[in-house]
């Protein structure tokens, strides 16, 4: 091989975090993203826009073939870097729409398609830039980056995610009685645990890490802990 010729591309490390619902994955990804100077994926994002779109398109929510359409054609742009998390979808900023919890049931339900998840899972793997990505969901570990450097599940008690998730809704003047909160939990752990496409599993080379009664920033610093013992540094910037 003379020198000019090209070596393998270098290989783009991947930090995967995957949990149930409400564990603090995506705050925790974002962090670690920003920490590092790395990009980041916040999967559910994807369903939750096929979710929403599908519904104003007027699909029923078990139309898997329109849905995997919609999977492959929106333009979806999430905002400028890590520390925002701005979506659009086919130019409409649907930021706000997205988080609530109406819309993380549509998505779940989507998300059950494996024909939804075949569609989106290209569209996931084209973010793996240099000098790194954070990606967080159910499968990032499992099934869309199963060579990812560092795999964490993340995990909290549903005492403690539907605590979290009612402070949420409360510092946003929105309603909702704790125990309704805990039920959902639990009915979307059901859902995305027990669905035959992908489901959430914490794979055997997966790190626990339960945050359940620990602040944002120590979950952070752990995670940050255990990249950096895997030879996963910052980007120089
Ligand atoms: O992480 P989230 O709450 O935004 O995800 C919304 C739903 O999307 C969740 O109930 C399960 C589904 N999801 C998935 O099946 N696979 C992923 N990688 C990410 C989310």
Redesign the pocket.
């Known amino acids: 091989m003379s020198a000019a010729t090209p070596g393998p591309a270098p290989a783009v490390p991947v930090v995967a975090i995957d949990g149930p619902?409400g564990a603090g994955?995506?705050t925790v990804a974002r962090l670690v993203a920003t920490r590092l100077g790395w990009h980041w994926l916040?999967?559910?994002?994807l369903?939750?826009v096929v979710g929403l779109v599908g519904r104003r398109h007027g699909l029923a929510p078990g139309d898997e073939a329109g849905h995997a359409e919609l999977a492959g054609r929106i333009d979806i742009v999430f905002g400028g870097d890590a520390a925002t998390d701005t979506v659009w979808a086919d130019g409409a900023d649907l930021s706000r729409e997205l988080r609530t919890e109406e819309v993380?049931h549509l998505?779940?339900a989507v998300?059950a398609q494996p024909r939804v998840r075949a569609a989106l899972t290209g569209r996931q793997r084209a973010f793996r830039r240099l000098p790194g990505l954070v990606a967080?969901?159910?499968?990032?570990g499992s099934a869309?980056f199963p060579d990812a450097t560092l795999k964490v599940f993340l995990t909290a008690t549903v005492a403690e995610r539907a605590e979290r998730r009612y402070k949420q809704l409360k510092d946003k003047g929105l309603g909702g009685s704790l125990a309704d909160l805990s039920r959902d939990i639990e009915e979307?752990d059901r859902?995305?645990a027990g669905r035959a496409a992908?489901p959430l599993v914490r794979t055997d080379d997966a790190l626990l890490v339960d945050s359940t009664g620990r602040s944002i920033e120590a979950v952070v610093a752990e995670v940050l802990e255990l990249a950096a013992a895997r030879g996963l540094q910052a980007a120089a910037r």
């Open positions: 619902s994955k995506g916040d999967s559910g994002a369903y939750r993380g998505a779940s998300a967080d969901g159910r499968d990032m869309i979307r859902r995305d992908s």
